[in-house]
């Protein structure tokens, strides 16, 4: 991944929103569909991300424009996490 971190530069500025899964005993509800909880830029929504309680972060996901290789159109919580650890390097 240290040649793709080289040779990415991520738009931290792009759109984003946070949407969170609805849930029962910390566990996602897959009957149900996650819902908007925040907006604004990309690096806003991983500062939003990284401020919620670490053992319910599996319950929220970043939506945003995708930006090959780095970014896809949804980030779950372990891609929010290591793109908040690499954004000084991205």
């Keep these: 991944m240290g040649d793709v971190v080289a040779d990415s530069k991520v738009d931290f500025g792009a759109f984003a929103a946070l949407h969170k ?3 029962l005993a910390n566990q996602r509800r ?3 569909e996650p819902y908007q909880v925040s907006q604004g830029t ?3 929504c991983i500062s939003a991300f990284m401020e919620k309680p670490a053992t319910a972060r599996h319950l929220y996901e970043i ?3 995708a930006q090959p290789p780095l970014v896809t159109d949804i980030l779950s919580s372990e891609h929010v996490t290591e793109l908040s650890r ?5």
């Excluded at 690499?86 to 991205?90: A, G, T």
């Design 63 to 65: 939506h945003t424009a």
């Design 21 to 23: 899964w609805p849930s």
């Design 42 to 44: 990309l690096d806003q």
């Design 86 to 90: 690499l954004r000084e390097f991205l």
């Design 30 to 32: 897959p009957d149900r």
